[in-house]
């Protein structure tokens, strides 16, 4: 598929004055997207978990608009009140997808979202969010033709959802999802997130993420920003490759079951994406020194322990805990004894990734 095969095409152009609502889930990636082209392109591939209990849930209220003009007309709610402040970034989004979805302006319309996890928690709602809004938009487009497949639907739904946020092309559905054209994964594409087609092994098809808040504050560094910065890195073309050999890494250690060949490579993963940040000018520390604290506490858990267990960052501080369903009794008491003392409040959320 490429860019011409989602430019809208239905003859019926207006969906009907309703209510469209879809949810979409949250992501947490193993090999980083860190780095972009184009319009939204990453410069390497990436892959994700698929969580189940953090998503996004959203209703788009279209309404009678009494006279079109050339300006989208909306307002955002989360949780009932008014977000003003969301509103540029999804203008930027809907005029970025307007070719795709060009009924829009014809329509007074109300975004009323509602995330399952606290907003301000430094867990990535960008994804969720512009992907629950993506699928309201194509649930629109599957009501004035329901000939759409589903394939085509979740296709452009990511496609969408990739042009509001790039990471929240993976935030679709399916479990593992690759983003960004790979030799070695077939279908994978730079224009939308793929299920990942492969073998994958039993001990990673029922994964724990307990996400520790470490640090609940506004984002340091917005993601635009840390994407441009690898513009002229000095190290970006190396950790471009990187992470493609990551994927191809990954792709046999899923097969093979190797749990610490997959806490290894997550790792490196988390650490060298933050390695990026620290290392662009200017320079970034997204880690708190209770990240830091929490890490070597797994390290030394997972040794003294022999249990499988690892960690991984998103672009925060923010430690997400992952093990296989098999160590959760004892990963949930460390969790609760050793961890729980560096999180903001005490908090944390369990999260499943189930096969
Ligand atoms: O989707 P963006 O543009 O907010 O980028 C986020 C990228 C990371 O979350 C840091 C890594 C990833 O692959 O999800």
Redesign the pocket.
């Known amino acids: 598929m490429d860019i011409q095969d989602f430019i809208y095409k239905t003859t019926q152009l207006l969906p009907d004055l309703s209510t469209y609502a879809s949810e979409a889930p949250s ?3 193993l ?4 780095g ?1 082209f184009g319009e ?1 392109l990453p410069k390497n591939t ?1 892959i ?1 978990y698929t969580l189940s209990k953090c998503k996004t849930e959203t209703k788009v209220i279209l309404k009678h608009r009494i006279e079109a003009t050339d300006q989208f007309s909306f307002e955002v709610f989360m949780d009932g009140e008014p977000k003003p402040t969301f509103k540029p970034k999804i203008e930027t989004f809907l005029k970025r997808i307007e070719v795709y979805i060009p009924f829009l302006k014809s329509f007074d319309f109300e975004i009323h979202t509602h995330n399952t996890f606290p907003h301000s928690s430094g867990i ?1 709602s ?2 969720s969010g ?1 992907a629950a809004l993506a699928k309201c938009f194509i649930s629109m487009e599957a009501s004035v033709n329901p000939q759409l497949t589903q394939e085509y639907r979740t296709h452009k739904a990511s496609f969408l959802a990739r042009l509001g ?4 092309c ?1 935030s679709i559905g399916g479990k593992l999802v690759v ?1 960004g054209e790979h030799k070695a994964i077939e279908g994978s594409s730079n224009l939308f997130g793929v299920d990942y087609p492969y073998t994958v092994h039993e001990h990673f098809r029922d994964m724990r993420d307990s996400i520790l808040l470490i640090d609940v504050g506004q984002k340091q560094v ?3 920003v ?2 441009n910065l690898m513009h002229g890195h000095p190290f970006s073309e190396q950790r471009f490759l990187q992470a493609n050999e990551n994927v191809s890494k990954l792709t046999s250690i899923l097969a093979s079951g190797q749990l610490d060949d997959f806490f290894a490579l997550v790792e490196l993963e988390a650490l060298s ?1 933050h390695a990026m940040m620290m290392t662009s000018s200017p320079y970034f520390i997204l880690m708190q020194p209770s990240t830091l604290a929490v890490i070597q506490k797994i390290w030394e858990f997972r040794t003294s322990e022999n249990t499988p267990v690892g960690f991984t960052l ?2 925060g501080a923010n430690v997400h805990v992952l093990y296989p369903a098999s160590a959760a009794s004892k990963v949930r008491y460390f969790i609760e004894e050793h961890l729980l003392p560096f999180c903001q409040g005490e908090q944390v959320i369990h999260d499943v990734i189930k096969f």
Do not use: E, T
């Open positions: 992501n947490i990636a090999v980083k997207y860190w972009k939204q990436s994700s990535a960008s994804a512009m946020s790039g990471s929240a993976r983003w917005s993601s635009s840390g994407h994406l998103d672009a």
